[in-house]
């Protein structure tokens, strides 16, 4: 038997925000969001770096691949609660409002985990930095010095920054040819670094909260509509 009054509009509201979010594309916008992350210039070009056969710390992407996933499993599941609502199946709805379930649980203990590590990104790479910084300015011209002097260019130049707090005389001996576009308002890299990571977090945490709303409003309206359909063939 077909629901009717209020369940009845819980029901189309459900259909046509899945739809709308199924159509026009929001789990296609949060991987973007994401992919653009895991793409984007800057932190791309440092966290490939490679020193002394150490790679930079990708701590950074772990969030970042949490958000694709979830973008990309919720292009696929917005059908189910659009294909279910309009249905009326309990089955659907079901595996819908499960699917939400550990979405979310997934997005709340990633969101811990990024709370508890929001320091250690930055901090991470900034001791990659501070480790080819020590290398680059050794007085003595060896191959590990090339390479150093390779990586503190691409983040000089990447980050538009020169050395850090403290340099050193020895920093400033080479710091032509470390910093070939320094500016004179050029930061410190430490300073550069942790501003960076900071500004993608807040996009992240954004992009999580925003997905975040949309999945509790959406459970919220999945189990009321399922309670209305079963109390609806009960009453048949």
């Known amino acids: 038997m077909a629901i009717t009054g209020c369940s009845l509009c819980i029901k189309y509201t459900l259909f046509f925000f899945n739809f709308i979010f199924w159509v026009t594309g929001w789990g296609v916008f949060i991987l973007g969001i ?7 210039t800057q932190t791309s070009n440092l966290l490939m770096l490679n020193f002394e056969g150490n790679q930079a710390p990708g701590t950074f992407y772990i969030s ?3 958000l694709i996933a979830v973008g990309a499993v919720m292009m696929c599941v917005g059908f189910l609660g659009c294909y279910g609502a309009i249905q009326e199946s309990q089955c659907l709805l079901g595996t819908f ?24 990104i930055s901090t991470e790479l900034i001791n990659f930095y501070d480790a080819a910084y020590i290398k680059a300015v050794d007085p003595v011209d060896t191959p590990t010095r090339q390479a150093a002097s390779k990586i503190m260019v691409a983040f000089h130049n990447t980050l538009e920054c020169c050395g850090k707090e403290d340099d050193n005389p020895l920093f400033l001996n080479v710091q032509a040819s470390l910093c070939p576009n320094k500016k004179e308002e050029s930061q410190s890299c430490h300073i550069k670094l ?14 999580a909260l925003a997905i975040a709303v949309i999945m509790v409003f959406e459970m919220i309206f999945t189990m009321v509509l399922c309670c209305a359909i079963r109390n609806a063939a009960a009453a048949y």
Request: aromatic fraction near 14%.
């Open 194 to 207: 942790r501003d960076l990571f900071t500004e993608k977090l807040h996009v992240v945490g954004l992009a």
């Open 34 to 40: 994401a992919l653009w992350l895991r793409h984007d």
């Open 97 to 120: 409002f499960t699917c939400l379930v550990v979405l979310f649980a997934c997005e709340v203990a990633a969101g811990i985990w990024g709370f508890i590590n929001r320091d250690t």
């Open 64 to 66: 970042v691949y949490v």
